[in-house]
Nanobody, 115 residues
Framework: QVQLVESGGGLVQPGGSLRLSCAAS????????LGWYRQGPGKQRELVAA???????NYRDSVQGRFTISRDNAKNTVYLQMNSLKPEDTAVYYC?????????WGQGTQVTVSS
């Protein structure tokens, strides 16, 4: 049973933009989605953007001001708007959720920033 599906990745030139989507289903609601992570080639998975208690958002320093996380509860989807992309943003991007006392991960979507 598919629970989280990421989409929207692709190849983009430096300075370009992409919007990633994380569609939740099954027993997962968009409100259960905690944030977006990424894993670059040869690197550990790292947190990119997250929702915090109180409805705020938090970003890693390297994407602050360029990325925006948001959710549309009516569509049960969480988004990551990525602007001014850099080659170092190249990675597989994953969304993460916590529901029913366990964590869920999607299959990821590849983002490649290259000229």
């Amino acid at each position: 049973q598919v629970q989280l599906v990421e989409s929207g990745g692709g190849l983009v030139q430096p300075g370009g933009s992409l919007r990633l989507s994380c569609a939740a289903s099954g027993n997962i609601l968009s409100a259960n989605v905690l944030g977006w992570y990424r894993q670059g080639p040869g690197k550990q998975r790292e947190l990119v953007a997250a929702f915090t208690p109180g409805g705020r958002t938090n970003y890693r320093d390297s994407v602050q001001g360029r990325f925006t996380i948001s959710r549309d509860n009516a569509k049960n989807t969480v988004y990551l708007q990525m602007n001014s992309l850099k080659p170092e943003d190249t990675a597989v991007y994953y969304c993460n959720a916590f529901a029913g006392a366990r964590f869920y991960w999607g299959q990821g979507t590849q983002v490649t920033v290259s000229s």
